[in-house]
């Protein structure tokens, strides 16, 4: 449990700039806004006509923008030490490369989202408190197509659901970057992006089919905002997901796991470059 826990720490101070940096950029620029808006409106007596922003709205913005810093995060971390030749060092400390490769891939799919979330509920507070204040201050009628729409599907349920299925539906394309990080000897990027790519000009053109696409397409986290976006209820989503698309979902983690093994193996015999 320690050797876990300093591992989390390892990866907490290294990567903090956009652990942390990035939620609390987007939460700032929110408030801005919201306040300068505010402000105008308050001056020259004007009414918005636009609709409330809705609270999933400010959650989907947070967790997309984790997401990609969780990939941004993948592709170098495990080549990153391979390169400045740290890697040898760390594998004098008593921590498994299983290990290693796991905490990198439940932090990239489930630290930076929840980090995230955790910013987005503090910046929907402030919006409510804004909302507050706006009234207190008269500006009710003018603020009251701008402020906050608060539920607790959108504040509590769907953030969280976003959390896990992310993770479950992404899997694959995390474990994939993590693996490209590992074996990858000059560039992650160009061994991220040609395999997928050649493989999918082969199917086309050989078998006329568009199978890969439409795997990494489904599997993107991002296509979790598609039934919310729909208004599909919790029961919905959550029939969908495991229930009418579960053999996909399974597909999806049993590929996870194989690119998962393969990364440690590098890490375990092939970690020079």
């Known amino acids: 449990m320690n050797s876990i826990v300093a591992g989390v720490k390892r990866e ?4 903090r700039n956009i652990i942390v940096g990035l939620p609390l ?13 505010l402000l105008v409106m308050t001056y020259y007596a004007a009414e918005s006509d636009g609709e409330k922003i809705a609270a999933f709205d400010v959650m989907a913005t ?6 990609l ?40 799919g489930l630290g930076f989202v929840a980090v995230s979330i955790m910013f987005a ?29 608060l539920s607790v599907a959108g504040f509590l ?29 000059r560039s992650p990027f160009m061994l991220l992006i040609l395999p997928p790519v050649v493989l999918m000009i082969l199917e086309g053109i050989v078998f006329e089919t568009s199978h890969i696409l439409g795997f990494i397409a489904g599997h993107a986290p991002f296509s979790i905002f598609e039934p919310i976006k729909n208004g599909a209820s919790v029961s919905e989503f959550l029939h969908y997901n495991f229930v009418e698309n579960g053999l996909g ?23 020079e470059i």
């Not at 170098?76 to 490769?101: G, M, N, Y």
């Not at 349920?157 to 990080?181: D, E, H, K, T």
Request: aromatic share 16%; net charge positive; with cysteine.
């Open 12 to 15: 907490y101070w290294e990567h």
């Open 25 to 37: 950029v987007i939460s700032a620029l929110f408030i801005i806004a919201t306040i300068f808006s």
């Open 62 to 67: 947070f967790i997309g923008a984790a997401w």
């Open 69 to 108: 810093a969780g990939f941004y995060y993948l592709l170098p971390c495990l080549h990153a030490d391979r390169k400045d030749k740290s890697i040898l060092f760390w594998k004098s400390l008593p921590v498994s490369e299983t290990q290693t490769v796991l905490t990198k891939f439940l932090l990239a």
């Open 121 to 149: 509920w503090l910046t929907c507070v402030v919006f409510y408190i804004m909302d507050m204040i706006a009234i207190g201050l008269g500006a009710g009628k003018a603020w009251q197509h701008s402020g906050l729409e």
């Open 157 to 185: 349920v769907w953030p969280l659901a976003s959390l896990l299925r992310g993770l479950i539906l992404g899997a694959p394309l995390f474990a994939y970057a993590l693996m490209v990080s590992a074996a990858a000897r």
């Open 249 to 271: 979902v399974l597909l999806g983690l049993i590929i996870a796991a194989v690119f998962i093994a393969i990364a440690i193996w590098y890490r375990n015999n092939k970690f």
